[in-house]
Each structure stands twice: as C-alpha cells, then as structure tokens.
C-alpha cells in the first residue's frame, strides 16, 4: 500500500521584539538570529527522517517571519505558496504588547479576554474576532488543500508538504483538519498530520494527527 499523504507544519521561529512574550499578530517583524537557528534545527531534524528539502508544495503566511522559516527549512530555491489567510490574528490595540502591558493599559478588556477568549464571539478591542479568524482560516485551510491536490494532478499517495505560519493559524488549521483538541503549539515547533486511508483527492481526505507539539529539536538553541 501507497505511503499517506502528511502535512508537515512548523511554527515560526522566535523574532525581532521577542515574540515568546509579545502579541504579535498582523505586525510583520522579522526572525531573530535566535529564531533562525530555531528554524535551522527543525530543517536538520526533518531532514534526518526525510523530510526538509524534499517537501512538495510548500505553503506560507505572507508574513516575513513564516515566509524565512519556510525558506531556511525547504530551501532557498523552494518555491513556497503563499496562503494570504493565514495570516496571523489581529490583536487591535492589544498588538506587539507583552500580557503586562496589557493588563496595564487596557484592564477592562485584559479581564474580559482572560474570561472568554476561546468564545466564538470574542473579538479583540480593534480587531479581529475569534469567529471571523476561524472562518477566514478554514478558507485557507481549503485553498491549501485545493492547491496541494492540483500541484499532484489530482493527488499523489506518499506526498509531503510544509506549511510554516503562526501560533493561532495551525492551532485553528489542526482542529479543522483533524477535529483533534487545540496543541499548544510553541515557537520553532514541528506538528504532522497524516491522511487516513479512503480518499485519493486530498480536498476531501480525513487527517489524522501523527505528531504534535514536537521541541525536542530546540534543546540545543
């Protein structure tokens, strides 16, 4: 039997103005040196079990930190795609601010963010809210798929691609692929989903999450 299909997705690396602590979402920062080594180590550690350079399609948000992850780690002559709506949330005023800074400036809207922000309505002071972000991203989730059937003429068991983009995108992409719990989802880290047996057009395939929340890798950054 044909090996499955898998969706290799890493999440970008750390950036200029230190995206571990601060609510980057529509802000298009860089890598830091720091994130670039992240995205090294998950080249070297899918290239070891196959993977890395031999990645076909390759996918992107249009934001430079995910659009470099995807070069470092597929190579720069991969031709990556870019998938306009997986862009990552926009936070309104909450943007390029720490968790502190929030609760500092804006208490009222930190407290009810903290309340409910999983909540289908919950919309970011300015911004985006949670409904119109998953909605946007599952349009995406369906272009990628579209895109990655054609790019195989319809198809072919055993393909492989990268999709490298944000926090709240692979987290929403997940759920909407594999109806699995949210993963965590940290900087640099490598989460795979494999097609299940029964659909030859990967428009319509069911997924299942082989790998998820995989760091290991980063030990040594």
């Known amino acids: 039997m044909a090996a499955p299909a898998r969706l290799v997705m890493v999440r970008h690396g750390e950036?200029?103005?230190?995206?571990?602590?601060?609510?980057?979402?529509?802000?298009?920062?860089?890598?830091?040196?720091?994130?670039?080594?992240?995205?090294?180590?998950?080249?070297?550690w899918l290239a070891a079990r196959g993977g890395a350079r031999g990645f076909f399609p390759v996918f992107t948000s249009p934001l430079m930190r995910a659009a470099e992850g995807a070069q470092i780690i597929a190579g720069e002559h991969a031709a990556a795609v870019v998938i306009e709506e997986f862009v990552e949330v926009d936070f309104g005023l909450f943007e390029g601010l720490t968790a502190e800074e929030i609760a500092e400036r804006y208490p009222a809207e930190f407290r009810r963010w903290n309340s409910n922000r999983l909540a289908a309505d919950f919309v970011y002071p300015g911004?985006?809210?949670?409904?119109?972000?998953?909605?946007r991203v599952a349009r995406g989730t369906a272009r990628m798929l579209a895109l990655w059937h054609g790019a195989h003429g319809g198809g072919r068991a055993g393909a492989s691609a990268l999709l490298v983009a944000h926090r709240g995108v692979l987290r929403a992409v997940v759920r909407q692929m594999t109806g699995a719990f949210e993963p965590h989802i940290d900087l640099g880290s490598i989460h795979i989903l494999e097609q299940e047996p029964g659909a030859a057009d990967l428009r319509a395939a069911r997924w299942r999450p082989l790998a998820l929340d995989l760091t290991a890798h980063l030990s040594a950054c």
């Open 15 to 44: 950036t200029v103005g230190n995206s571990s602590i601060r609510y980057y979402g529509r802000t298009d920062v860089a890598l830091s040196e720091l994130g670039r080594g992240q995205m090294r180590a998950a080249r070297e």
């Open 127 to 135: 911004g985006e809210s949670r409904a119109a972000f998953t909605a």
